[in-house]
């Protein structure tokens, strides 16, 4: 009972818990952060820094239809995923458990550390931020590719106004692919440090959340918003908040652009790297016009089941329309 307690009140109280990019100290680093880049673009276009501000915190961001839908999508996602889906998702632990397990079984039992303590921190710290960022691109860019999981992952692309919440507006599905797609690579990343740490793994942490994790949900937060904060050059290395709104476009030029999380590399590779060169205005959404149908709680939970099973039935028509 306590643990059901515990699930059901945490969206409520998930300012508290620094394994959240909305845990209170991550939130206000990211508020000092658009404000400063509030008053510097003000300035670049002539507006003063309260008519900017202003305009940030229009109701026409805050409390349109599509972001009260978030704010009700955060909360009753928060407990059904908590009560229902969580257990499904890989968990980063076990599955390292699982692959020391595998080396230890394949290449014998490893009684010796194979680096210093130091250094096999900061070695564990950057290659599980690398392998736990892929994970979750693989998964994410998946569903862009997939017309079946694009049903799922629609959903989060519906929003047509950003805010923080916007990142918890996903359905189950798409949730528990991009949970257990970091979780899987992180996994076997920790496994590896696992077993050439002969078992003495210390995972460097920041407020008990991996220190990269924690560096990158410090400006999380931006992604989805309007502050429009990009990196430039580095927009070749990682994703800005300015990238990954530009992944919310409706406009056809932008569509499954910006899949990564942090690192750029991935899009690099995939080719669906977009960066701009100069600030872009564009409708965000699943088209150029408002869709008020996704932002009712029946559309999000049961319309892309019901698309995604349509496509099933009809590939399976054509299928054996197709056979002598």
Known sequence: ????????????????????????????????IAIGVIMITARSAGLSPQVALKQQLSAKIWWNASARADYKYYLLNGILYGLAFAPFVLASAEVGIWVENLAADI???????????????????????????????LSHWVQHQSNFLWQFHKVHHSAECLNPLTAFRGHPVDLLLVGSGGNLFGGIMTGIFFYISAGQVTIYTFLGTQLLVAVFNMIGNLRHTHVWLDYGRLGYIFISPAQHQIHHSALPRHFNKNCGFALAIWDWIFGTLYVPKNRETFPMGLTTEPDPTWHTMTQFYWRPINLAYNLVKDGVTKYRNKQP
Do not use: K
Request: proline share 6%; hydrophobic share 55%; net charge negative.
């Open 1 to 32: 009972m306590d643990e059901i307690t515990t699930i059901v009140t945490r969206p409520f109280i998930e300012f508290m818990y620094p394994d959240t990019r909305l845990y209170w100290l991550f939130m206000l680093i990211s508020l000092l």
């Open 107 to 137: 290449f014998g039992p490893q009684d010796e550390p194979m680096f210093s303590a130091l250094a096999f921190r900061i070695a564990y710290t950057i290659c599980f931020f690398i392998a736990f960022d892929f994970g979750q691109f």
